[in-house]
């Protein structure tokens, strides 16, 4: 009897391992910020809507019922956001997903007090990265990460055509 068991229980361990090796692999979304909107906030908080447009470099499409987003700026988290969105990312396709996020004005004091450091020069650019998740049911939770630089304009020094004051 002690020997049934263990084969049943060493041929259902083989065909879950036979059974996740031969699940699909998915290459992750690609998903870049396309758009932000001002929302109403609450006392010490700014409000934004963020808009993401996810595409999808799949030959399955991607279903997502939930989704959670945080933009970091110059590698500290700035907004932080949830949507309880529902939809699906066609194959081969895309969407635009709205994710609400909030930035708290101690963010904001922070990062504006990380740039005035008064022996350091302005920073030329902006580094910024954007990661979060589409849930989907059981384990297709998909991660995403998108990162890029601002590039900030440098100031022109004063000619003689073109004076400051």
Not at 42 to 57: C, I, S, T
Not at 68 to 88: I, M
Not at 114 to 142: C, Q, R, V, W
Request: hydrophobic content about 40%; overall charge neutral.
């Amino acid at each position: 009897m002690r020997n049934s068991v263990r084969w049943a229980v060493l041929a259902a361990i083989v065909l879950v391992l036979g059974a996740c090796a031969n699940m699909p692999r998915r290459d992750p979304p690609q998903v870049s910020l396309v758009g932000v909107e001002s929302l109403p906030g609450e006392g010490l908080e700014l409000r934004l809507n963020l808009k993401l447009r996810v595409q999808n470099p799949n030959d399955s499409p991607i279903d997502y019922d939930g989704a959670y987003v945080r933009l970091s700026v110059q590698d500290r988290t700035f907004a932080t956001g949830v949507s309880d969105a529902r939809g699906t990312v066609p194959r081969f396709g895309e969407a635009v997903i709205a994710v609400p996020v909030t930035v708290s004005v101690v963010n904001i004091v922070r990062h504006v007090l990380s740039t005035m450091d008064g022996n350091a020069p302005p920073p030329e650019k902006i580094h910024f990265s954007l990661e979060g998740k589409l849930n989907g049911s059981g384990f297709s939770s998909l991660r995403f990460k998108s990162q890029g630089d601002l590039q900030l304009p440098t100031p022109t020094p004063p000619t003689a055509d073109n004076p400051q004051t």
